[in-house]
């Protein structure tokens, strides 16, 4: 049990090929787990690992490197991951987007999530991008409060379209300079 409470001082890696099936595991098991209530059950027990792996294996392969991804270990085991990279909107506000960061959740409360985002931070600032933003769903109050304590200030919100007829309403939070406050003295 020594090696989970230190999980805050072990840092996240860059994610590899290879790790596209275990990413995809996690974030399947993190939406079944996070979501369950929030969206239909028939939505969540439709999602399938596989498919998740063919696209986390393109988005891991991409010779542009357009997005980065970072994975947290337990055990040598993937439990959670991000992705970050240049803004998909046209907001001015900000030039960064966290596309996704999710944990398992037996691993989270470790540390992890917070060493995912400060990585991904680091990794963006490093790119020359200095503000970033992440989306979240309205109804996730766990994720939106972890999101306020790491310095995330609430921006708008959006309607998110899922398909089949099912939405949702998300939220974003915004961190202006990821320098001041986000990104640890190393």
């Not at 409060?145 to 939220?171: C, H, N, Q, S, T």
């Amino acid at each position: 049990m020594a090696a989970h409470t230190m999980a805050a001082a072990v840092m996240p890696r860059a994610a590899l090929p290879a790790d596209a099936p275990a990413i995809a595991h996690v974030y399947v098991e993190s939406w079944r787990t996070t979501y369950r209530g929030r969206l239909p059950d028939a939505y969540l027990d439709t999602m399938d690992v596989g498919d998740y792996t063919e696209r986390w294996a393109l988005t891991l392969s991409d010779p542009k490197r357009r997005s980065i991804v970072l994975v947290a270990e337990e055990d040598d085991r993937v439990v959670g991951f991000a992705s970050c990279g240049r803004d998909r909107d046209a907001d001015t506000r900000h030039q960064g987007e966290l596309y996704a960061i999710y944990l398992l959740r037996e691993a989270q409360g470790r540390g992890h999530g917070r060493a995912l985002i400060e990585r991904s931070a680091a990794a963006l600032a490093e790119r020359s991008i200095t503000s970033m933003v992440v989306w979240v769903l309205r109804d996730n109050a766990p994720a939106r409060g972890f999101y306020e304590r790491m310095g995330g200030v609430r921006l708008r919100e959006r309607p998110l379209d899922l398909g089949a007829g099912i939405g949702a309403i998300e939220v974003a939070y915004l961190w202006t300079d990821l320098r001041a406050g986000l990104i640890p003295d190393r």
